[in-house]
């Protein structure tokens, strides 16, 4: 049963910690995307992969925001410092080739907490 | 004006009504459109796509498309208690810069009440 996996599941941390998440996309997928979703704001993309290469991070706050692909079974968000805006549920999704722009699967998310 | 907008609901249909979903998108040039559904706590799936205009079919899921008036719908029929969910509406944009990404509308709770 192919799925995307996220680590951690659920994370709480301090203002001003690092946090790192972690995804494997679907084995073979070649696109990777990373969403967050908050109550107010909904689903929003932060940074997209295609075959490691990242083609759009438009979405995230440079500042403290990055995202990479270290290989292609792994992509990291990393957000340092923290602060509590940055509260949300983050969001993976891979996807395969050109139809992976829009057939994505979703992992089951990391609920991020920042007090 | 957001790419995609959808009424944020709830929409509250009885059990065994037509649940209708509506969204609208600002570029005209969009040419594919997504239905994802999430339930609560859970991660969005994929669960109908439509092209051109007009409907598209599956089971108990209608999709439809009219783009000169930048609008697509979500028919289910047979509401049933499991089709609770939020549904995303998402468009698909064409860009030279960034490449093809999907944009997610905020998405309208269902809740179908038995």
């Known amino acids: 049963d192919a799925r995307v996996t996220q680590t951690p599941r659920h994370k709480v941390t301090e203002m001003g910690q690092e946090v790192t998440m972690r995804c494997q996309p679907i084995?073979?997928?070649?696109?990777v995307f990373w969403y967050r979703q908050t109550m107010m704001q909904g689903l929003e993309l932060l940074a997209y992969f295609r075959n490691r290469a990242p083609l759009d991070d438009s979405g995230m706050p440079k500042d403290r925001f990055s995202a990479e692909m270290p290989d292609a079974t792994l992509a990291t968000l990393k957000i340092q410092p923290s602060e509590p805006r940055d509260s949300a549920v983050y969001f993976c999704?891979?996807?395969?080739?050109?139809?992976?722009?829009?057939?994505?699967?979703f992992g089951p998310g990391t609920r991020l907490t920042v007090t | 004006q957001k790419e995609v907008e959808q009424n944020s609901g709830p929409l509250s249909v009885p059990e065994g009504a037509i649940a209708s979903l509506n969204c609208t998108y600002s570029?005209?040039?969009?040419?594919?459109f997504f239905w994802y559904r999430q339930y609560s706590g859970k991660s969005p799936e994929l669960i109908m796509f439509?092209?051109?205009?007009g409907d598209k079919e599956d089971g108990r899921f209608t999709a439809q498309l009219n783009k000169a008036s930048q609008y697509v719908s979500l028919l289910i029929r047979d509401s049933q208690p499991s089709d609770s969910a939020t549904y995303l509406c998402?468009?698909?944009?064409?860009?030279?810069?960034?490449?093809?990404?999907?944009?997610f509308g905020a998405g309208t709770i269902l809740r179908v009440k038995s």
């Open positions: 570029d005209r040039g969009s040419q594919s």
């Open positions: 999704a891979s996807g395969l080739g050109e139809a992976g722009g829009y057939e994505q699967y």
């Open positions: 084995l073979g997928h070649n696109t």
């Open positions: 439509i092209y051109s205009n």
């Open positions: 998402a468009v698909y944009l064409v860009s030279m810069e960034y490449g093809n990404k999907l944009v």
